[in-house]
């Protein structure tokens, strides 16, 4: 795992990296770390302890246990043993794997003493897949040591079996028989359901975030750095609240477990803290710093807008402005109306004059005199015909000429502003 992370690390430095010295970790923020001098990258914690458990002794009765459904049932195997269930935790075992503890009285019958590994097999399966038993160390105990210390006959004993879990879902099947398995197997089913991760992960820690630092030995990553090679997206950690979740470097994904100060991925543990926005993982030479990810909130449809009306003092002509125009002044006693656009600048202008004092004709020919090299178009904007001279000469100029229901004129003139910039604002033009 670790010469994995290592080796997809040195791939993002490819691009641009530079050596970032950084102190250990202080032994006072975080429980020391200790690795053996030929292995790379970071060991595990030397001490996990639970500091509000002084003496768990086989089985750790302080914390909830579960698989309610089973609880206090007997198992008795044959005239040497007798097994009653009391509980099960979902634990990380040495390895950082989920594991499954169980525990049961053994009450030992017969004639001589004995342990419970030489009185009885037990398996254990998901599904249609064997468990493997495995080591877990809590406070300094191995609880599974239980199963080989003698009981004498009319005695019980406290016993843990530990297994390693293909998933968190799937129901669990015990198996008991006689140490010859000689007997019809007896079958226990843990619902793990009711059973308690108990990772002690504390709340408010779950969810997704993302990698803006990564620090190995001396080769690191800044969150730029992470973005440039491609890995800024696909490097993460996604909390679960029951203590579970994933690890993503560069796309490969590891299942995590977390407690309240432990970080297990895969055979390494490191030790993580939180404040509330960054999630850094420490451990022996390694550094990891994630922030908090939160969903962008989706941007609002934008509505159609509908602007304000406004009229020339005759009443002749009315506008709606569509958005981004707006009426800057009024001039010639309210007969003008000159429009400006937030984006185009105090040079550009829209100016529509209702004078009311000259016929189509007339204005037409004093167009024509000031644009002398045009010549009339006719153009239809909405439901308005004008009669249009346009030049771009000295830049983009127009000048439309539209008869009234007196059968004056009205004028609008384009200054500088090209045709499609105001086809939507001539199209809600109305010419009464």
Not at 297 to 305: H, Q, T, Y
Not at 326 to 354: M, Q
Request: charged residues 25%.
């Amino acid at each position: 795992m670790k010469k994995l992370l290592a080796f997809l690390l040195a791939l993002c430095l490819l691009l641009s990296l530079c050596a970032c010295g950084k102190k250990a970790p202080d032994p006072e923020v975080g429980p020391a770390t200790e690795t053996e001098e030929d292995i790379d990258g970071p060991g595990g914690l030397e001490d996990v302890s639970d500091p509000f458990v002084e003496d768990m002794g086989a089985y750790p009765g302080e914390l909830p246990i579960g698989g309610e459904t089973a609880s206090g049932q007997i198992i008795e195997v044959g005239e040497e043993a007798t097994l009653e269930y009391i509980g099960s935790k979902i634990v990380a075992n040495d390895y950082g794997d989920p594991t499954l503890a169980s525990w049961f009285n053994f009450y030992k019958t017969g004639d001589y003493e004995d342990c419970a590994a030489y009185c009885l097999t037990v398996y254990a399966r998901q599904g249609e897949e064997d468990l493997w038993t495995t080591s877990y160390t809590y406070n300094g105990v191995e609880p599974d040591e239980s199963l080989y210390e003698e009981v004498f006959p009319g005695d019980s004993l406290e016993v843990c079996y530990v297994y390693e879990l293909e998933n968190l879902v799937d129901p669990v099947t015990f198996t008991f028989n006689d140490i010859w398995e000689e007997l019809e197997p007896i079958e226990l089913v843990i619902d793990l359901a009711e059973v308690e991760k108990c990772l002690d992960a504390p709340e408010g820690i779950s969810g997704l975030f993302k990698a803006t630092y990564l620090m190995e030995g001396d080769k690191t990553a800044s969150y730029e750095e992470l973005v440039e090679s491609g890995m800024a997206e696909n490097t993460y950690v996604d909390l679960y609240e029951d203590g579970t979740g994933i690890f993503c470097f560069n796309g490969y994904e590891y299942d995590i477990i977390y407690d309240a100060e432990n970080f297990y991925i895969e055979d390494d543990v490191y030790y993580y803290t939180y404040d509330g926005e960054y999630f850094t993982i420490e451990g022996e030479d390694v550094y990891y710093e994630y922030i908090r990810y939160e969903e962008p909130e989706e941007e609002p449809e934008e509505e159609d807008f509908v602007g304000e009306t406004v009229t020339t003092k005759e009443g002749y002509v009315s506008i709606t402005l569509q958005k981004g125009w707006y009426v800057d002044e009024e001039t010639d006693h309210g007969y003008t109306l000159v429009l400006y656009h937030e984006d185009l600048g105090p040079a550009k202008w829209v100016k529509i004059s209702d004078p009311q004092l000259t016929t189509l004709e007339k204005e037409l020919e004093y167009t024509q005199l000031s644009m002398a090299s045009a010549e009339y178009q006719e153009v239809t904007f909405g439901d308005n015909t004008y009669q249009m001279l346009y030049s771009d000469t000295y830049g983009p100029q127009a000048y439309m000429v539209a008869e009234t229901s007196t059968g004056k004129a009205i004028v609008i003139e384009v200054r500088s502003v090209p045709l499609e910039d105001v086809m939507d604002m001539l199209e809600s033009i109305v010419i009464h």
